[in-house]
């Protein structure tokens, strides 16, 4: 990729209100942003509102003392905004699909106030611009997608031919986890790593999960650990029930040579279609690609190259814009 940011002497800070996300961690870089992973003090949903207390606190203390040029707030939560509005710093949203698929983000305080004075909107594909476009026909709009950077493990790793890792995150929202365990219940004969939070789960559904003899939950894995982990699957699983969604998942398949199946859509049949295997939402459609798998050296560098020649583009554009 060019680094249009190098020439630019504008400097950003990205919040993100999480433990940890791939995309600001690519992202960051490329506009010339500090990066501030922001994680929840509790667990529960109903301490949230202290949670964002705090995460507004340390937010606005880091624009106070960094003084950036602008701020890229990640969005929902849509508060994550409320720091460089309040302190008057210029300010993009980068915003994931539920802020504008979700009613709840729309309805919540300081929303239409927060969207209206931002100085953009980053949206992650071309199916979602014309959604926001409709949303706040108004607001300058930038399509960023996921920058894709290589990921190579620590060490040599080896594709395991009956290792299959599951990208998830159990979001309720847009992930189909009861045909998930459906089809590793099917697949018996191979070994999914699962590092999403079974404790986000009801507890049925995590009953459940737990019986599957073929199913490791690891949890959270450290970044090195995960990738070794990505990097010696013989293929991912991402699935979704949500249009317009363009999976994290997928990109780091896309990033590592990992074989993928994926949910099919309109949007991850354009995007991914050409290498990966888009799968009905059934267990029978999941299993019958899974089985259909056979270890394979992928060498997905042109498709990179693409992707992030595009990615350049909309980012150069945006920074011209926070810029002026």
């Not at 980068?94 to 100085?119: R, Y």
């Not at 309720?172 to 045909?179: A, G, I, K, S, T």
């Not at 059934?282 to 693409?306: C, F, H, M, N, P």
Request: net charge neutral.
């Amino acid at each position: 990729m060019s680094d249009y940011s190098s020439a630019n002497k504008a400097s950003g800070l990205f919040l993100v209100w999480k433990k940890y996300q791939r995309r600001p961690e690519v992202l960051a870089p490329l506009i010339n942003c500090e990066l501030k992973f922001i994680p929840h003090l509790f667990k529960s949903k109903y301490l949230r509102p202290l949670d964002y207390l705090f995460k507004l606190i340390v937010s606005v203390k880091d624009i106070l003392a960094k003084k950036p040029n602008f701020v890229v707030a990640q969005c929902p939560p849509t508060f994550s905004a409320l720091p460089p509005w309040l302190t008057k710093t210029p300010y993009v949203i980068d915003a994931h699909n539920p802020l504008f698929q979700v009613e709840m983000w729309q309805k919540l305080p300081f929303t239409k106030v927060l969207l209206q004075n931002a100085l953009g909107i980053i949206v992650h594909n071309s199916e979602m611009y014309h959604l926001v476009s409709k949303i706040v026909p108004d607001a300058q709009l930038f399509t960023i997608s996921d920058p894709i950077v290589p990921i190579v493990p620590g060490s040599p790793q080896e594709r395991q031919p009956k290792q299959i890792l599951v990208i998830a995150s159990f979001d309720p929202w847009d992930e189909p986890v009861e045909l998930l365990i459906d089809a590793m219940r099917e697949l018996k004969e191979y070994q999914f790593i699962v590092t999403a939070d079974v404790n986000k789960l009801d507890s049925a559904t995590a009953a459940s999960l737990q019986t599957l003899k073929n199913v490791n939950l690891t949890g959270f894995l450290a970044i090195e650990e995960y990738h070794q982990m990505l990097c010696s699957s013989l293929a991912a699983v991402v699935l979704t029930t949500s249009n317009a969604t363009q999976p994290s998942g997928a990109c780091e398949a896309l990033s590592s040579d990992t074989q993928l199946v994926i949910s099919k859509t309109s949007l991850t049949k354009q995007l991914f279609g050409d290498w990966a295997t888009v799968v009905d939402n059934s267990t029978e459609s999941i299993a019958t690609a899974v089985r259909a798998l056979s270890l394979q050296d992928l060498d997905l560098s042109e498709y990179r190259k693409q992707w992030n020649t595009a990615v350049q583009q909309e980012v150069d554009k945006m920074l011209q814009q926070v810029t002026k």
